[in-house]
């Protein structure tokens, strides 16, 4: 069964799948276009035994990029689950290590993380500083300790 649910400090909603038993488990930022959701589909399929938190800095992308992955691979459903985590915000990262830990089976812990959120092109040298390198060591420091 699947219910609505609120992540804390967001305010939309996610499809929550079942609590995640599967021995291991990967949060993947970054995660609704490009590398991060060719990443994504290429874990699920070498994987069976892997589920993913595909990070997305806006949920109805996440979504959206679920959605494509499900059209063609409708087995991943149990396995895959959109997480929205802005690696520039401390708040949003934060709620997405919330998210997370209400996902996994009592006791365990992320087997991976996969860092792939980030900016480039004509912004500000402190926005694509605060994104391609705070960004991810924000990201451990929240999941990792």
């Known amino acids: 069964m ?11 909603c996610y ?9 291991h488990s990967v949060l993947i930022t970054g995660a609704n276009k490009g590398v991060g959701l060719a990443t994504v589909a290429a874990v699920l399929a070498a994987r069976d035994d892997t589920f993913v938190f595909l990070g997305s800095r806006h949920a109805q992308r996440g979504d959206d990029a679920r959605g ?8 991943w459903a149990s396995r895959l689950q959109v997480v929205e985590i802005d690696v520039s915000q ?21 087997s991976a ?13 402190s926005e694509v500083f605060n ?5 991810p060591r924000r990201v451990v420091e929240a999941f990792v300790g």
Not at 2 to 12: E, I, N, Q
Not at 116 to 124: F, P
Not at 131 to 135: P, S
């Open 131 to 135: 994104v391609n390198t705070r960004g």
């Open 15 to 23: 499809t929550r799948p079942r609590m995640t038993s599967l021995p």
């Open 113 to 125: 993380i996969i860092n792939n959120a980030g900016v480039g092109g004509d912004r500000a040298m």
């Open 90 to 110: 401390d708040d949003s990262v934060a709620a997405a290590r919330v998210a997370v830990a209400r996902q996994l089976a009592a006791g365990s812990t992320l």
């Open 2 to 12: 699947t219910r609505r649910w609120l992540t804390p400090g967001a305010h939309s």
């Open 68 to 75: 494509r992955l499900l059209a063609d691979h409708p087995a």
